[in-house]
């Protein structure tokens, strides 16, 4: 049992599950695409559902980790957009994410905003936090802001995804959303 064998395994349930979802994903496949044994991934999950369980902590872990790594700009909108490009640039990890919680939504419990764990739209959150004083919100409405903000962005990631996107169309569509971000909260 090794660590890259383990890692193989998360990468190759990551990709089938986040292109394919829950039920057109089987160890066998997974074993498959990650080229060992089926009988392997047993040696490191209990389960489809505790090995997809623990690929989306790991996941969502490393997120947290790359999100701590975006860059802070000087405006509000360059702020936005580097987390908007964060999304696009991490579709496959955004998507795996959603698609688990789509999943396996009952196991999720019940916040103020909803079912979708706080930590899911953090990103967005701190930058309303850091630019308060420019936009057009109080600051008890942050979250609920943050949540819708996060909601429309991860429609667009879902829509690309699994395809690439240009590079041209991906900037364009990352200042349109900030525009529209801006236009809706910034103070006039």
Same mark, same amino acid.
Not at 47 to 54: A, Q, R, T
């Given at each position: 049992?090794?660590?890259?064998?383990?890692?193989?395994?998360? #990468?190759?349930?990551?990709?089938?599950?986040?292109?394919?979802?829950?039920?057109?994903?089987?160890?066998?496949?997974?074993?498959?695409?990650?080229?060992?044994?089926?009988?392997?991934?047993?040696?490191?999950?209990?389960?489809?559902?505790?090995?997809?369980?623990?690929?989306?902590?790991?996941?969502?872990?490393?997120?947290?980790?790359?999100?701590?790594?975006?860059?802070?700009?000087?405006?509000?909108?360059?702020?936005?957009?580097?987390?908007?490009?964060?999304?696009?640039? #991490?579709?496959?990890?955004?998507?795996?994410?959603?698609?688990?919680?789509?999943?396996?939504?009952?196991?999720?419990?019940?916040?103020e905003q909803g079912y979708v764990p706080n930590a899911a739209y953090k990103h967005i959150e701190e930058v309303l936090k850091k630019w308060i004083g420019v936009l057009n919100i109080e600051e008890n409405e942050i979250p609920e802001q943050s949540k819708i903000i996060t909601h429309a962005i991860n429609g667009f990631v879902l829509e690309y995804f699994p395809n690439e996107i240009e590079k041209t169309e991906q900037n364009q569509m990352i200042n349109s959303i900030t525009r529209f971000i801006s236009k809706s909260l910034i103070k006039v």
């Open positions: 049992m090794s660590e890259q064998t383990k890692l193989k395994i998360i #990468n190759s349930a990551k990709d089938l599950f986040a292109n394919y979802g829950y039920h057109s994903v089987t160890m066998r496949k997974i074993a498959s695409e990650a080229n060992i044994r089926q009988s392997d991934i047993y040696n490191y999950f209990s389960s489809k559902d505790d090995m997809l369980k623990k690929t989306f902590d790991i996941t969502r872990k490393d997120l947290g980790e790359k999100r701590k790594k975006v860059k802070e700009e000087d405006s509000f909108d360059k702020d936005i957009a580097n987390r908007i490009k964060f999304l696009f640039e #991490n579709s496959k990890d955004v998507n795996y994410i959603l698609k688990y919680f789509f999943q396996f939504k009952s196991s999720f419990q019940k916040n």
